[in-house]
């Protein structure tokens, strides 16, 4: 097959003439079963390309499952279908940013495979591995902000002072924090430890129930921006615990949200009667032991608790 030179109108994907949401890697002539390194072949010009360039002769690839997914705005498309998920990044860091002009904030905005908390219908969520590798090779400017606060912008793709890369395990994020009030607030903030979680906005492509209906899984999802957050993570980084609640939750017929709240007030000391009383017969089912008195203390009470977790082997 003799062998054509790439066009001169190939060129990095982010640059300024380059229509939004088109890159070599969305593209219908981009082979990704013949790769060489970081490229892959290009059935157009008969030449490894990157994913992140493009040229001229880019076509829709319409052969994909999830060739419907509509990339021209990275924000305005699909807002009405927009969802939310917050996830505590077991790695977030600041660092001296390469460049040497200030700091650059690190962390997961999400990981494959790690289930949810229970979400808004008592269903939980877990994200299929690659569920946002097309979304992120249409290079659809994304954009990092506070809390979702389009008015405290981080970061962007489009600037390269946001950088998302899909590793194996999740989407690992890298912002070049502005001078600005709040990106002085995320640097503090996550150096004294009072941040430790990550957020992501995106639209559902394609997804999976299980037959009950309790459990979905995400196989492509559009991903609309990235924020750093304080608030309660839907999807905790240490998945026994999650499974542990729910296995005794279950184990004990027990509404799941709870006695999550239960176990969280006992923990904070803020303990009502209702829940003690809750705790108490969660205990009672799973290691019958001498009742202990309606006024327990919390430090029986999560002692009861530890011995029962012990006897379901969690």
């Known amino acids: 097959m003799e062998q054509?030179?790439?066009?001169?109108?190939?060129?990095?994907?982010?640059?300024?003439?380059?229509p939004e949401g088109r890159a070599c890697g969305n593209c219908?002539?981009?082979?990704?079963?013949?790769?060489?390194?970081?490229?892959a072949w290009c059935q157009r010009w008969d030449e490894y390309v990157r994913g992140d360039y493009y040229c001229n002769a880019w076509q829709a690839d319409d052969s994909s499952d999830d060739g419907d997914m509509d990339i021209d705005d990275g924000r305005a498309a699909d807002?009405?279908?927009?969802?939310?998920?917050?996830?505590e990044a077991d790695v977030t860091e600041i660092r001296q940013a390469e460049s040497g002009d200030g700091m650059t904030f690190g962390g997961y905005a999400w990981k494959y495979d790690v289930p949810s908390l229970p979400l808004g219908h008592g269903f939980t969520e877990r994200i299929a591995p690659g569920a946002f590798t097309r979304?992120?090779?249409?290079?659809v400017d994304i954009r990092a902000y506070v809390n979702h606060n389009d008015e405290l912008l981080l970061g962007s793709t489009r600037a390269k002072t946001l950088r998302i890369e899909d590793r194996a395990d999740g989407g690992w994020v890298e912002i070049d924090l502005p001078d600005t009030s709040w990106g002085r607030d995320i640097r503090v903030l996550t150096e004294r430890g009072d941040i430790q979680g990550m957020s992501f906005g995106f639209s559902t492509i394609r997804d999976k129930w299980s037959?009950?209906?309790?459990?979905?899984?995400?196989?492509?999802?559009k991903l609309h921006e990235v924020s750093v957050v304080t608030g309660v993570p839907a999807y905790p980084q240490t998945t026994a615990s999650v499974r542990k609640l729910m296995a005794l939750a279950t184990r004990t017929a027990t509404d799941v949200d709870e006695l999550s709240d239960a176990m969280t007030a006992l923990q904070s000391g803020d303990l009502t009667e209702d829940q003690a009383a809750l705790l108490r017969?969660?205990?009672?089912?799973?290691?019958?032991?001498?009742?202990?008195?309606?006024s327990a203390p919390s430090a029986i009470l999560a002692a009861k608790l530890a011995l029962a977790e012990k006897a379901l082997g969690l």
């Open 135 to 139: 979304s992120l090779k249409s290079r």
């Open 4 to 18: 054509r030179d790439l066009p001169d109108n190939y060129r990095p994907a982010l640059e300024g003439d380059v």
């Open 28 to 39: 219908a002539f981009y082979d990704e079963s013949n790769t060489d390194g970081d490229r």
């Open 281 to 294: 017969s969660v205990v009672d089912k799973v290691a019958p032991q001498q009742e202990a008195p309606a």
């Open 211 to 221: 037959d009950d209906n309790t459990e979905r899984t995400l196989l492509a999802a």
């Open 79 to 87: 807002m009405g279908n927009l969802e939310f998920r917050t996830f």
